[in-house]
T-cell receptor
Framework: KAGVTQTPRYLIKTRGQQVTLSCSPI?????VSWYQQTPGQGLQFLFE???????NKGNFPGRFSGRQFSNSRSEMNVSTLELGDSALYLC??????????????FGAGSRLTVL | DQQVKQNSPSLSVQEGRISILNCDYT??????FLWYKKYPAEGPTFLIS?????DKNEDGRFTVFLNKSAKHLSLHIVPSQPGDSAVYFC??????????FGQGTTLQVKP
């Protein structure tokens, strides 16, 4: 059973550019969540999608957006990149997070560096 | 507002001894707590969880303890092995699609 796949694994952008990250969840998983990991901050919740609908959103500016497709694959986009957006972006999937223990399966992440 | 805190950034333990990782939280509405382990260049992997109605959950070498009155949970690893060296994150949820993570504790198990 394939795990959560994130692409690209590494990318470098410059300030002001935008970036799109992709996530393919585990087959059968309908919930996809995105987290940002920076040193000393742990994992910060960005948003969660279920059946193409955003169910939860974290405290990030509107430059951060996402969407989910009918096949459960998800993308997140960051516009007008800032140096502080340099981070590891993690995608996680689950069957459904609305009940029980929220066990997420994470991908390896996309490492974004903004110069 | 950091609702979940891991106050020890790092911990070093001798192989075979017990590792105790701690986590504090502020929101009494959390109903599930989880621990994840992360190796470099990999995503976090689920380790063990505990419901707020329990005070202990055990899985092999790993035991999680929950003290609701103190809003504190801990992960015990006995015996510790070099392969346990990783970053450990605790997380909490309120039965929604959102996990609140701590900052992580780097565990080093020395042979």
């Amino acid at each position: 059973k394939a795990g959560v796949t994130q692409t690209p694994r590494y990318l470098i952008k410059t300030r002001g550019q935008q970036v799109t990250l992709s996530c393919s969840p585990i087959s059968g998983h309908r919930s996809v969540s995105w987290y940002q990991q920076t040193p000393g901050q742990g994992l910060q919740f960005l948003f969660e999608y279920f059946s193409e609908t955003q169910r939860n959103k974290g405290n990030f500016p509107g430059r951060f957006s996402g969407r989910q497709f009918s096949n459960s694959r998800s993308e997140m986009n960051v516009s007008t990149l800032e140096l502080g957006d340099s981070a590891l972006y993690l995608c996680a999937s689950s069957t459904d997070l609305s009940s029980g223990a929220n066990v997420l399966t994470f991908g390896a992440g996309s490492r974004l560096t903004v110069l | 507002d950091q609702q979940v805190k891991q106050n020890s950034p790092s911990l070093s333990v001798q192989e075979g001894r017990i590792s105790i990782l701690n986590c504090d939280y502020t929101n009494s509405m959390f109903d599930y707590f989880l621990w994840y382990k992360k190796y470099p260049a990999e995503g976090p992997t689920f380790l063990i969880s505990i419901s707020s109605i329990k005070d202990k959950n055990e899985d092999g070498r790993f035991t999680v303890f929950l003290n609701k009155s103190a809003k504190h949970l801990s992960l015990h690893i006995v015996p510790s092995q070099p392969g346990d060296s990783a970053v450990y994150f605790c997380a909490a949820s309120r039965n929604t699609g959102k996990l609140i993570f701590g900052q992580g504790t780097t565990l080093q198990v020395k042979p």
